[in-house]
C-alpha cells in the first residue's frame, strides 16, 4: 500500500518514568510511516485525496504534548488512535517514538519503541432482555464509539427475537453494529466485557444462553479466523440465528464467511429456525 513518511519529528514534551523527566521535559523524535490509498492524489494533483504532512505534523505535536505519560508505549497508542480518528484516508501506522537524551546507564545515541496499528472492519451482534433493554443498548453502543480506539460506523435496524437455547425468559432486542478498531481481537473482547459490565453484567453469573442486560459478541473481525478456550472468531453460531444474519444482511449482504465461503445472504436465505418477532 501507498505510504507517506515523517522522519525525526522534534517534539520538546514532559513523558517518562523519573520524576527528573516529567520536571525538566526532553526532546523527543517521531517518525512515522502512514499507509493509505495515494493514486487518486497522484492522478488529480489534488491535496485534499492525501494528506498534508505539514497539519499531520502540527497535529502530531498537539497531541504528543496533551498528556503527560510514563511510558512511550502510551504515547505511541495515544498519537495512533488520534491520527486514525482525525484522518479516515490513513489505513495503517507504522509509529517510531525515540528518546535522544534518555535517562539510561549506558551509552547510546537514543533509545525509542515502534508500534504498528490498523483499522479493523469489526461486526458485533448486541442483544439485551433484562431491565430496560434499549436503554442498556443504546448506552453500549456510545460507550464503544466514546473510546479512543474505536469508531462506530453503521447499525443495523433493532428486532425482537424469542429466546435462543432453550431456557425460559423474556424476548430480546437485537441488532448489529459496525466498527472500526485499532483493537487487536484479545483487547477488544476485554472492553466489550467491561462495556457489559458497565451496565450491570455479572460474568462469574452469566448463564448459557440465558437472560442477558447487555451481550456484544465478535461476530466478524475482518477475515480472521481464531479458535480459542475464550474467543471464537467468526462467532461460531452464526449460521442458526435469524436475529443475527437478517440485521447483519442489512449491513452487509455479500460478506463472505472465511471458513464457510458463504455470504450473508446466502446463510440468511438457509435459515430454518425463525426467533425474530414481525410486527
Known amino acids: 500500500m501507498d505510504q507517506i513518511w515523517i ?11 523519573y520524576d527528573e523527566e516529567k520536571r525538566t521535559g526532553q526532546d523527543f523524535l517521531v517518525s512515522g510511516r502512514f499507509f493509505m490509498q495515494l493514486q487518486e492524489a497522484g492522478i488529480t494533483d489534488e491535496l485534499d485525496r492525501s494528506v498534508s504532512y505539514d497539519e ?28 486514525f480518528r482525525e484522518y479516515p484516508m490513513i489505513e495503517e501506522i507504522e509509529l517510531g517514538i525515540y528518546k535522544p537524551e534518555a535517562p539510561v546507564r549506558a551509552e547510546v545515541s537514543k533509545v525509542g519503541i515502534t508500534i504498528r496499528r490498523k483499522r479493523h472492519r469489526v461486526f458485533i451482534g448486541v442483544g439485551a432482555n433484562e431491565g430496560e433493554s434499549e436503554k442498556q443498548i443504546e448506552a453500549g453502543l456510545a460507550a464503544l464509539d466514546e473510546d479512543p480506539a474505536c469508531r462506530l460506523i453503521r447499525r443495523s435496524s433493532m428486532v425482537r427475537s424469542t429466546p435462543y437455547g432453550g431456557v425460559a425468559q423474556a424476548d430480546f432486542c437485537n441488532l448489529v453494529a459496525e466498527l472500526e478498531t485499532s483493537y487487536e481481537p484479545w483487547q477488544l473482547l476485554k472492553r466489550l466485557k467491561e462495556i457489559e459490565a458497565q451496565q450491570g453484567v455479572e460474568h462469574a453469573k452469566k448463564q448459557h444462553w440465558g437472560p442477558r442486560k447487555l451481550d456484544l459478541d465478535i461476530l466478524f473481525y475482518d477475515d480472521l479466523v481464531l479458535d480459542s478456550d475464550k474467543l471464537v472468531i467468526p462467532h ?14 442489512e449491513l452487509a449482504p455479500y460478506l463472505r464467511h472465511p471458513l464457510n465461503k458463504k455470504t450473508v445472504t446466502e446463510m440468511a436465505d438457509g435459515l430454518k429456525e425463525k426467533h425474530i418477532i414481525k410486527g
Do not use: N, Q, W
Open 7 to 17: 522522519r525525526d519529528l522534534k517534539i520538546f514534551a514532559y513523558h517518562g518514568v
Open 56 to 83: 499531520l505534523c502540527v497535529f502530531i505535536s498537539r497531541v504528543f504534548t496533551e498528556k503527560r505519560r510514563d511510558l512511550l508505549e502510551a504515547v505511541a497508542e495515544d498519537l495512533c488512535r488520534a491520527v
Open 236 to 249: 461460531p453460531d452464526m449460521e442458526a440465528r435469524d436475529f443475527v444474519l437478517l440485521p447483519l444482511k
